[in-house]
């Protein structure tokens, strides 16, 4: 939908109008982009990782393994998934954020 919109703009402003009332929106798209990717990087690594850690026969290891190697990229990919939270408008996020979650009655 920015993109949608930043390409309208283009049609109804002027060049040095359009990089002005734009550049908000391209940081913006950015932005998002950018903990996209992230959050994409970091799923692989922690399925490469989980991977590993499932190998391992003994429950007390492998819980150790999965402290160590697995849960630091759920509080990496925790931390963009937040940011996207305050970014994407409601209307467009699809599940419950987490602080509605929070405050469920």
């Known amino acids: 939908m920015l993109l949608e919109n ?25 932005e998002i982009g950018g903990h996209v990717s992230s959050i994409k990087a970091k799923v692989k690594e922690m399925i490469e990782a ?3 850690a499932n190998i391992i026969e003994h429950e007390k290891e492998k819980t150790y393994a999965y402290e160590k190697t697995v849960r630091p990229y759920l509080d990496d990919i925790r931390t963009h ?5 305050l970014i994407v408008d409601n209307e467009l996020w699809p599940l419950p954020k987490y602080r509605e979650l929070l405050f469920v009655k």
Not at 81 to 85: A, F, M, N, S
């Open 6 to 30: 930043v390409k309208n703009l283009k049609l109804v402003f002027t060049d040095e109008e359009y990089k002005s009332l734009a550049e908000g929106r391209l940081e913006l798209i950015r």
């Open 50 to 52: 989980r991977k590993v």
């Open 81 to 85: 998934i937040d940011k996207l939270e």
